[in-house]
């Protein structure tokens, strides 16, 4: 079987740290990519953890423990063009694509 | 560089009506994926294709079929449309393989009436 668990929104000021956390269940699992969405667009890639630990990639890190099938997206030094939804994605066998439902992080002043 | 595109952008049915989306990459990659995105549902895969000549049902493929036509095409098709099919709808594509950064398609806006 397979499902994703990720909160639905989070709200933090600008210039804040926020993380999103993303617990999986998937057959054949490769990794975890983590997705960024703007209202009316379409969702871009943020970062990918094949492997256990912390990638990191500007003000974004992302980090999976795949023995605990958690990962999270930790966003630094929020800013307001952060507000979007964020979509953990877990690659499983046969190059499967899945998405969580979404986590809509609002940035306030 | 166009990446990935889809037509059309907007579309109105009836019910009981058929129709094709149409999606097409140009990064040379094996896998290509239909998603549907609905308010608070986030992006639920209909049907992917790892490869060309495969394809593989996703979490929502009733009322849909999907054709791989090549490499570059994979298109997605509702035979008699449902007003459940109201959705926005998004083509991916990538590389196979680890750390593949799926790229998208600008979105079909599907409302079924």
């Known amino acids: 079987g397979q499902s994703l668990e990720q909160p639905s929104e989070v709200t933090a000021v600008e210039g804040a740290i926020v993380q999103i956390n993303c617990t999986y269940q998937t057959s054949g699992f490769y990794g975890l990519s983590w997705y960024q969405q703007h209202d009316g667009g379409a969702p871009t890639f943020l970062s990918y953890n094949g492997l256990d630990g912390l990638e990191e990639t500007g003000r974004f890190s992302s980090f999976l423990s795949r023995s605990d099938s958690y990962g999270y997206l930790l966003l630094q030094v929020l800013q307001m063009k952060d507000s979007a939804s964020y979509f953990c994605?877990?690659?499983?066998?046969?190059?499967?694509?899945?998405f969580g439902t979404g986590t809509q992080l609002k940035v306030e002043l | 560089n166009a990446g990935v595109t889809q037509t059309p952008k907007f579309q109105v049915l009836k019910t009981g009506q058929s129709m094709t989306l149409q999606c097409a990459q140009d990064?040379?990659?094996?896998?290509m994926y239909w998603y549907r995105q609905d308010p608070g549902m986030g992006l639920r895969l209909i049907y992917y294709?790892?490869?060309?000549?495969?394809?593989d049902k996703g979490e929502v493929p009733n009322g849909y079929n999907v054709s791989r036509l090549n490499k570059r095409e994979f298109s997605l098709r509702l035979e008699s449309a449902a007003p459940s099919q109201t959705s926005v709808y998004f083509c991916a594509s990538n590389k196979q393989g680890l750390n593949t950064e799926a790229f998208f398609g600008q979105g079909t806006r599907l409302t079924v009436v």
């Open positions: 994605a877990p690659t499983g066998g046969g190059n499967k694509l899945t």
């Open positions: 294709s790892a490869s060309e000549g495969t394809t």
């Open positions: 990064m040379n990659h094996n896998s």
